[in-house]
């Protein structure tokens, strides 16, 4: 094999091998609209937010028909969680945790909504409607005034009651030893 | 006719609901007519033959009908919902696939699997798009793992009266499926990569974020359970399994793997799965169910049906690797002897376990405890309110007990 013919045959091996990712060529390749039309993870950073805006006012009359059935006239529950209420609860014998009073993200808020609500209807409600919800469980928690238009800026830079609630898991938090002999003695001491 | 006998008498040995065994026969042989199946006359279904071959699923005994999940108690509508496995009735570390416990957010979808897909993609070097068949083709692996749902139970009466009712949702089956490892390696992973977001295609879209580490360590994508696809309740077609990690992260229905650098902070991850401390501060990403065990024979519910040698039996598990022992007690903690355990104990899997219990009419309250080969003990109620007060819900690992009356009627030994 002279050496233009082994390049040729480098450059065809190359080829193939670029041609599948991994090592067992199994699956295709989606397309950047397949991804999107899939892909409605939006995370704390808001960047998968979708372009839209809706008012806190919209978001009464969305609410009122597709939610409070549900969550309550007043998002105080029922068949689903209450959604307000319960801030200064959480140290208490009976916490209640909600948007309001638990939530550490409002795009949170938004993320869930969207991908699992309404119950018997979810991924049905536009990019308009969502932000008009998220307005409205928002002014209900008292987070933002009743005037507001929400949109992916506001979702993003909304400051949840709750946001610094959370730390990393730290178990093992019981460091029992195996007794095996006048265990309840021992405890009573 | 010796062996029979003696083959009868052994099989009263083990415990039995009332009614069973001992109970019944006597009874409706005095009042009846002659019963052309009591012993020791040989019984219909030995003098006729019996029903044909080839049915084309095969089905518990009749007789077993009242061997099922049951919706937990106190729920009110079976669609964002929960059963239990009946580990009264169980025996072993297997459970089967019918009453494998259940946990749906939005019901059971009801999902074609030709036109089901896995989309992997964010940060990989490129994304991939696999039916269910292009996943079969990878290199399979076969693994026993436990899955337990992280509210199992809370830290709140009411008690539960029988082992269902008390830790019935965890079980544990064998898992056919594809290494996430090598579907990861075979999309090439960024290096900025650090988490996975999974999502579900139920109608909650169900969606967790698993560090990576964990995805390249010993997590699953599943196609089969106990050696038959999985069923549409366990996540038919494709299910994702996160050895020793809270079922919820085990995503059923399993369509899209999101690769990120930051966790997603889901509705499942924040309002739901955190552990709500005394201080009003919350733990997050409480991943791991601990080291745990519960006797379920004889557990709440039963009844000792006589004196003499029992046999308490039993489950246990970790989520951080393989039970190294399990002991037991029959004296409300005070005494605890070694349970032997079934050979073979697999890491993140139900290890059953037997220990002799003489019984002679004694109230009894019995209970047992696991240790895994971290060296982690399983901890008392009381001991994990210490820790973590009331009202953190999830993660209860607490050794159970049973007491049993001096008539053998066993009910939940929490006061």
Not at chain 1, 95 to 117: E, H, Q
Not at chain 2, 339 to 367: C, D, Y
Request: overall charge neutral.
């Amino acid at each position: 094999m002279d050496a233009s013919r082994l390049a040729v045959a480098i450059a065809c091996w190359t080829l193939t091998v670029t041609a599948h990712a991994g090592a067992y060529g199994i699956g295709t390749r989606p397309t950047d609209a397949q991804i999107a039309a899939w892909n409605i993870d939006v995370a704390p950073d808001g960047k998968a937010l979708p372009p839209g805006r809706g008012t806190v006012e919209q978001g009464h009359a969305i609410y009122d028909r597709q939610c409070a059935a549900c969550h309550g006239l007043d998002l105080q529950g029922g068949m689903g969680p209450a959604l307000a209420g319960g801030v200064g609860s959480l140290a208490s014998e009976k916490p209640l945790k909600t948007v309001g009073s638990y939530w550490p993200y409002a795009t949170t808020l938004f993320d869930y909504i969207r991908r699992t609500m309404p119950l018997a209807s979810p991924q049905t409600l536009s990019s308009d409607e969502l932000y008009a919800l998220v307005g409205y469980v928002l002014f209900r928690n008292g987070i933002v005034p009743a005037g507001t238009t929400v949109d992916a800026a506001q979702v993003v830079n909304v400051r949840m009651p709750n946001r610094e609630g959370f730390y990393l898991d730290d178990r093992p938090d019981t460091k029992e030893r195996p007794c095996d002999e006048h265990c309840l003695r021992a405890t009573k001491k | 006719m010796l062996s029979r006998i003696a083959g009868a008498a052994g099989s009263t040995l083990v415990v039995g609901l009332v009614g069973e065994a001992a109970g019944e026969p006597t009874k409706t042989g005095a009042l009846a007519p002659a019963d052309p199946d009591a012993f020791p006359t040989v019984p219909t279904w030995t003098r006729q033959i019996g029903a044909p071959t080839g049915k084309g699923y095969g089905q518990p005994s009749p007789h077993e009908s009242a061997v099922t999940r049951r919706l937990y108690p106190g729920l009110t509508q079976p669609i964002t919902a929960y059963s239990t496995s009946p580990l009264q009735d169980l025996d072993g570390g297997i459970t089967p696939n019918g009453l494998f416990f259940e946990r749906h957010h939005a019901g059971v979808p009801a999902i074609d699997p030709g036109k089901h897909r896995l989309m992997i993609h964010g940060l990989v070097k490129e994304p991939l798009l696999l039916t269910v068949d292009d996943i079969r083709q990878f290199p399979s692996v076969s693994r026993i793992h436990f899955i337990e749902c992280a509210g199992n139970p809370s830290f709140l009466p009411p008690w539960g009266k029988t082992a269902a009712e008390v830790a019935g949702l965890v079980s544990c089956a064998e898992w056919t499926g594809v290494s996430l490892r090598t579907l990861l390696e075979e999309v090439g992973l960024h290096p900025d990569a650090k988490w996975v977001i999974a999502e579900g295609a139920d109608a909650a879209a169900m969606t967790r974020s698993i560090p990576l580490e964990k995805c390249l360590d010993d997590t699953l994508v599943v196609y089969s359970q106990n050696g038959e696809r999985l069923r549409p309740e366990q996540g038919y077609p494709l299910r994702l399994v996160v050895p020793g990690f809270e079922g919820n992260m085990n995503i059923k229905w399993l369509r899209r793997l999101h690769v990120t650098n930051a966790p997603a902070y889901s509705r499942e991850e924040t309002a739901k799965y955190t552990d709500l401390m005394p201080d009003g501060r919350a733990r997050k990403f409480s991943f791991v169910m601990e080291c745990k065990s519960i006797i379920t024979q004889p557990s709440g519910s039963h009844q000792l049906t006589r004196h003499g040698a029992h046999e308490i039996r039993g489950i246990a598990w970790s989520g951080m690797g393989k039970v190294e022992r399990v002991d037991v007690s029959v004296d409300g903690g005070a005494t605890w002897h070694k349970a032997e355990l079934q050979s073979t104990v697999h890491a993140k899997a139900l290890t059953a376990f037997r220990a002799p219990f003489p019984w002679n009419g004694e109230e009894r309250v019995i209970m047992s405890r696991a240790i895994d080969e971290t060296g982690y003990v399983q901890p008392t109620l009381s001991a994990l309110e210490a820790a973590r007060g009331k009202n953190s819900f999830y993660h209860n690992n607490a050794i159970q007990p049973w007491r049993i009356a001096s008539d053998g009627n066993v009910t939940n030994g929490r006061e």
